[in-house]
C-alpha cells in the first residue's frame, strides 16, 4: 500500500511569491492535515480537512490556505512569502480524522523562501 | 493550556542503555498521547501510543507511562541500540472529530555504540 506523498519535494521561492504544495493521502483515507516543521517552532499544525471541508484551524495567518479534493487529495498555499516561512511542510493522513486514530505522515516538502 | 512541554532537548546513551524522554501536558481535554520517531529526510512515525485510561503501554522496546494526576507522560526505550538514534516527539490530541495534535518540541536521541 503506497503511503502518503508530497510533491514536490523541494521548492526554493523568493520573497513575495506564491507557492502550493500538494499531498496525496493513503488510499481510502477522507482525512488529511498539515504541519509546519521548524527548528525554532518544532511541529505546529496548519489546517485539517475531511471529506473536503476544512474541520480545524491552527494560528496561522490567511495567506496560508488550503483545500481537498473529491479523490481526499489535498493541496496548501502560500501567498505572499516571507523568509520566516522557509519550513518542513509535512502533511498526514488518516481514516476518519478522529482524535485517537493513528496518522501517517509523508516525507515532506521543503521550502525555502529567499 | 494547549502546551506540551518534552524534556530534555537532547540525549545521549550508550547502545544497550534505556532512554527516557518525558513530557507534560494542562490541558484535561486530552485523552490521546502518541510518541512519534523522526528521522533526518523522513515525516514523523507512530512509534506507541496511549490513552488515559491505562497507566503503561509496552510494544516491544518502547513502554509509554502515563501519570494521570500529574498530567505527565513518558517513554522508556530498553535496550537503546544506535538505529534508535533519532529525534522524537510526543504529542496529545482531544477526543472527537479532530485530528490535530499538538506536538512536544521533540528530544534529539544518540545512541553511541
Known amino acids: 500500500k503506497a503511503g502518503v506523498t508530497q510533491t514536490p519535494r523541494y521548492l526554493i521561492k523568493t520573497r513575495g511569491q506564491q507557492v502550493t504544495l500538494s499531498c496525496s493521502p493513503i488510499?481510502?483515507?477522507?482525512?488529511v492535515s498539515w504541519y509546519q516543521q521548524t527548528p525554532g517552532q518544532g511541529l505546529q499544525f496548519l489546517f485539517e480537512?475531511?471529506?473536503?471541508?476544512?474541520?480545524n484551524k491552527g494560528n496561522f495567518p490567511g495567506r496560508f490556505s488550503g483545500r481537498q479534493f473529491s479523490n481526499s487529495r489535498s493541496e496548501m498555499n502560500v501567498s505572499t512569502l516571507e523568509l520566516g516561512d522557509s519550513a518542513l511542510y509535512l502533511c498526514?493522513?488518516?481514516?476518519?480524522?478522529?482524535?485517537?486514530?493513528?496518522?501517517?505522515f509523508g516525507p515532506g516538502t521543503r521550502l525555502t523562501v529567499l | 493550556q494547549q502546551q506540551v512541554k518534552q524534556s530534555p532537548q537532547s540525549l545521549i546513551v550508550q547502545k544497550g542503555g534505556i532512554s527516557i524522554i518525558n513530557c507534560a501536558y494542562e490541558n484535561t481535554a486530552f485523552d490521546y498521547f502518541p510518541w512519534y520517531q523522526q528521522f533526518p529526510g523522513k515525516g514523523p512515525a507512530l512509534l506507541i501510543a496511549?490513552?488515559?485510561?491505562?497507566s503503561e503501554k509496552k510494544e516491544g522496546r518502547f513502554t509509554i507511562s502515563f501519570n494521570k494526576s500529574a498530567k505527565q507522560f513518558s517513554l522508556h526505550i530498553m535496550d537503546s541500540q544506535p538505529g534508535d538514534s533519532a529525534t522524537y516527539f510526543c504529542a496529545a490530541s482531544k477526543r472527537g472529530a479532530t485530528n490535530k495534535l499538538i506536538f512536544g518540541t521533540g528530544t534529539l536521541l544518540a545512541v553511541q555504540p
Open positions: 498526514a493522513s488518516s481514516f476518519t480524522g478522529q482524535g485517537n486514530e493513528e496518522q501517517f
Open positions: 480537512y475531511f471529506s473536503e471541508t476544512q474541520r
Open positions: 496511549i490513552r488515559p485510561d491505562v
Open positions: 488510499s481510502g483515507h477522507r482525512s
